[in-house]
Each structure stands twice: as C-alpha cells, then as structure tokens.
Nanobody
Framework: QVQLVESGGGLVQPGGSLRLSCASS????????MGWYRQAPGKQRELVAT???????NYEESVKGRFTISRDNAKNTVYLQMNSLTSEDTAVYYC???????????WGQGTQVTVSS
C-alpha cells in the first residue's frame, strides 16, 4: 500500500519559516520524482517545487530564493523548507510522487499552511 504522509504545516506569521515533510512508503522512493504542490481557496492546484531522482530541482517563480526542496532517500522523505513566508503562500500543500515516465502518480492528503499575523 502506497502512502505519502505530509506533516509540518501550521500557522506562521509573515516573514516566518516552516519546513514541510512528506514521508513515503510502498514505493521505490529513490527512483521517483517528488514534488510539492499547493492549492489556495478558489484557485487551482499549482506546482511549487520538484526534485528528480538525480536531485535536479525546479521551482515555481514566486518561491525561488525562498523555498528549498530536498530529499533523504535513506528516510524515504522529501522536504520543503519555506522561508520569508507571505500571505500569498497560504494554501494546502500536497506531496506528489511520480514514477519514471509518469506511469504511477501518488498524492498525499495535504497539510494546511496559513500565513497570518
């Protein structure tokens, strides 16, 4: 059974930081491209960042320089370090795992991030 379990969300003040984690099981994690997506109320889900099995990274323009995606293959976990948070970052953040050639795609249940004073 495949599971992607996000954690680390919460309420943070503008300018603050959070680190999200996504622990996976049931997949060959080291072979998967892992990603973080987010969905704000009334908006479509959007890409935040991805990291390939070779550790190549890609970021949505608005988070470049503020967010860092990383992975620990020994722990089957992908992280998203989020700094300098603004209210525009408020959303539910989802973890995604994609197998080579996108044959299999799995999503976590999401974790809420709220940036507010």
């Amino acid at each position: 059974q495949v599971q992607l379990v996000e954690s680390g969300g919460g309420l943070v003040q503008p300018g603050g930081s959070l680190r999200l984690s996504c622990a996976s099981s049931g997949i060959p994690f080291n072979l998967y491209t892992m990603g973080w997506y987010r969905q704000a109320p009334g908006k479509q889900r959007e890409l935040v960042a991805t990291i390939t099995s070779g550790r190549n990274t890609n970021y949505e323009e608005s988070v470049k320089g503020r967010f860092t995606i990383s992975r620990d293959n020994a722990k089957n976990t992908v992280y998203l370090q989020m700094n300098s948070l603004t209210s525009e970052d408020t959303a539910v953040y989802y973890c995604k795992g994609e197998s080579p050639w996108a044959k299999y795609i799995y999503w976590g249940q999401g974790t809420q991030v709220t940036v507010s004073s």
